[in-house]
């Protein structure tokens, strides 16, 4: 079965630092990958996705992913991490065949000024 | 553009209390709906999805229903609510046959 991985439950991090949300998927073929954001009381913003093609993505607010097929990996980055970039981060992949998306259980991001 | 609207924003009702929340998109036809409920501190937890009017698939047993009377309406119902309901509840659309999920600003339900 196809499951999604984020072994980091809360990171911090002072602003203007770089940042990596690292996600981890099971998964038989070539998945469909996404990062998402949440901030407090909102609904979840997708931030990027990937589906084939370069493995390098990127998203809004200045974030990228790089999906490595050898490490099961669908890491999240931003070079220079801002106040407002605070929130909850989800990693998702498609359930096989289905239309529905597997989401792990989330990162809580922390900026510090 | 497609947007997604649910309501109310914020519920607070009693436990054995009845529970509507509505879901609407716009802008778009034949979307795959889908419910969330988001418990404190813990991740999203599918409760039904729909990919047409009438057809509804429930992933977890519970005191909750869902419905979807016309083609970009999605609710989310209870006859007597528990305690244990208590939550953020949120709505997403996706594209028929497409991946991504677009998620509306959601509902927080305090069961007291």
């Known amino acids: 079965a196809q499951s999604v991985t984020q072994p980091d439950i809360h990171i911090t991090v002072s602003e203007g630092a770089s940042l990596e949300l690292r996600c981890n998927y099971s998964?038989?073929?070539?998945?469909?990958l996404f990062w998402y954001v949440q901030s407090p009381g909102q609904g979840l913003q997708l931030l990027l996705k990937?589906?084939?093609?370069?493995?390098l993505v990127q998203g809004i607010k200045g974030f990228e992913a790089e999906f490595k097929r050898s490490q099961s990996s669908f890491n999240l980055r931003k070079p220079s991490v801002h106040w407002s970039d605070a929130a909850e981060y989800f990693c998702a992949v498609e359930s096989y065949n289905t239309d529905k998306l597997i989401f792990g259980t989330g990162t809580r991001l922390q900026v510090f000024p | 553009s497609q947007t997604i609207h649910q309501w109310p924003a914020t519920l607070v009702q009693p436990v054995g209390s009845p529970l509507s929340l509505e879901c609407t998109v716009e802008g778009t036809s034949n979307p795959n709906l889908y419910w969330y409920r988001q418990a404190a501190g813990r991740g999203l937890q599918l409760l039904f999805y729909s990919v047409g009017i009438g057809q509804i698939s429930s992933e977890v047993p519970q005191n909750l229903s869902a419905s979807r009377p016309q083609d970009r309406q999605f609710i989310l119902s209870s006859k007597k609510l528990l305690l244990s309901d208590s939550g953020f509840y949120l709505c997403?659309?996706?594209?028929?046959?497409?991946?991504?999920?677009?998620f509306g600003p959601g509902t927080r339900l305090t069961v007291t």
């Open positions: 998964y038989g073929a070539t998945p469909y």
């Open positions: 990937y589906f084939s093609g370069d493995t």
């Open positions: 997403a659309w996706s594209v028929v046959r497409g991946k991504e999920q677009y």
